[in-house]
């Protein structure tokens, strides 16, 4: 298990596979276990680099305030640490805001940008709302409780998903496993609020690398389509000076889930090319 200092934390990390290296950014629930579904097919193309940010799974959790700058500034000195000078940036969910923090302001470090499972530069307030309905069923039963299982399965997933695959307490279970196993009740909170807080609408035209945004149609959490206070995926590709858009028809915010292979295949090809 190799971790390594960066910024007064040991941060986990692990590298698959050769090549080129693409850096995985985890989100607000799973960490790295986010991208379980795509790391190996990705891997036998690409040297895949997954690591737990500060607060998260595997690496230090200190008791101080977590932000997506912060998180910025961590995967800055891990690619120093790493000897890594450039690499392909890749964050899901949570992981995207900071991806497009971290290529705004370290713009020398990024090849090409990854955005998926719902890229938005501003929560509208539906957005707003819903992370902080998560902070209080956070604060009121933990993370690891049942209640912030069933609210955390109804925003990751498309209906038709959750109708035929979740039957039983065997999804909740699992859930509330990988939330507790990877945040603790007060990351997690900061985490929802550091969503909240972010818009890097003005930092978008600033990242002028090949960026590819992935979004499920049936994301109800981070949508294609954000209310007008808000910026979500669309709006994320078309004001990208050279982004393009994959929607994944059918799938919900987790399409690294729902539809992994046509995942695996969107980034490669992107990367190829």
């Not at 629930?29 to 799974?57: C, F, K, M």
Request: with cysteine; proline share 3%; charged share 20%.
């Amino acid at each position: 298990m190799a971790h390594t200092q960066v910024n007064g934390a040991n941060l986990w990390y692990e590298f698959s596979g050769t090549g080129e290296t693409v850096v995985q950014i985890g989100g607000a629930v799973s960490a790295h276990e986010g991208y379980a579904t795509i790391t190996e097919p990705l891997s036998e193309h690409y040297r895949v680099l997954d690591y737990d940010h500060r607060g998260y799974g595997l690496s230090d959790r200190p008791d101080q305030r977590y932000t997506i700058d912060v998180w910025s500034d961590d995967l800055a000195g891990l690619l120093d640490s790493l000897d890594v000078e450039r690499a392909h940036i890749h964050g899901g969910s949570m992981g995207s805001f900071i991806a497009v923090n971290f290529a705004a302001r370290y713009p020398d470090r990024v090849d090409k940008l990854l955005l998926g499972a719902g890229a938005v530069a501003r929560c509208d307030q539906m957005g707003i709302l819903q992370f902080k309905v998560w902070q209080h069923v956070a604060r009121a039963y933990g993370v690891e409780s049942r209640e912030l299982a069933e609210e955390l399965l109804t925003k990751a997933f498309s209906r038709t998903y959750l109708d035929n695959n979740f039957e039983g307490d065997e999804a909740l279970v699992e859930m509330q496993e990988v939330t507790a196993r990877n945040a603790s009740t007060e990351v997690f909170i900061d985490a929802c609020q550091a969503m909240i807080d972010t818009d890097v609408r003005a930092h978008l035209a600033q990242v002028t690398c090949p960026t590819l945004v992935m979004v499920g149609s049936e994301d109800c959490l981070t949508p294609l389509d954000a209310g007008p206070g808000g910026a979500g995926a669309r709006y994320v590709s078309e004001t990208l000076p050279n982004a393009e858009l994959v929607v994944f028809e059918g799938s919900g915010h987790g399409h690294y889930i729902e539809q992994p292979d046509e995942s695996v295949q969107a980034i490669l090809s992107f990367l190829s090319r």
